[in-house]
């Protein structure tokens, strides 16, 4: 099915989102998919998204929207390399795998 767009949800205050954005728009460029960014979209991640044991919603989580509507959950946070420092390539990778297995 195709991906209709790619969706972050962030918050200013939280210092991974610049990271996630980093690399929503990378691919979001690299796949001529358009990207759609929501600030602090809590009914949005209480719909869509991935809560931790306590029930508490990370912020930010990537998703792909589909043409059909649906949404499907990609990833909370980018990997980090070994240094502990984001890896926006593996970022990057693993939202181009996510369209591709579309």
Not at 32 to 45: G, I, Q, R
């Given at each position: 099915?195709?991906?209709?767009?790619?969706?972050?949800?962030t918050a200013d205050?939280?210092?991974a989102g610049q990271?996630?954005?980093?690399?929503?728009?990378?691919?979001?460029?690299?796949?001529?998919?358009?990207?759609?960014?929501?600030?602090?979209?809590?009914?949005?991640?209480?719909?869509?998204?991935?809560?931790?044991?306590?029930?508490?919603?990370?912020?930010?989580?990537?998703?792909?929207?589909?043409?059909?509507?649906?949404?499907?959950?990609?990833?909370?946070?980018?990997?980090?390399?070994?240094?502990?420092?984001?890896?926006?390539?593996?970022?990057?990778?693993?939202?181009?795998?996510?369209?591709?297995?579309?």
């Amino acid at each position: 099915m195709k991906v209709e767009s790619i969706i972050l949800v962030t918050a200013d205050w939280e210092k991974a989102g610049q990271y996630a954005m980093k690399v929503c728009e990378a691919v979001s460029k690299a796949q001529n998919v358009p990207l759609e960014v929501k600030k602090e979209d809590y009914d949005f991640l209480i719909a869509h998204g991935v809560k931790d044991e306590f029930g508490g919603i990370d912020i930010p989580q990537v998703f792909l929207k589909l043409e059909d509507g649906t949404v499907k959950y990609v990833m909370s946070r980018i990997p980090d390399r070994s240094d502990g420092m984001p890896d926006i390539e593996k970022g990057i990778q693993l939202l181009t795998d996510a369209i591709k297995a579309q």
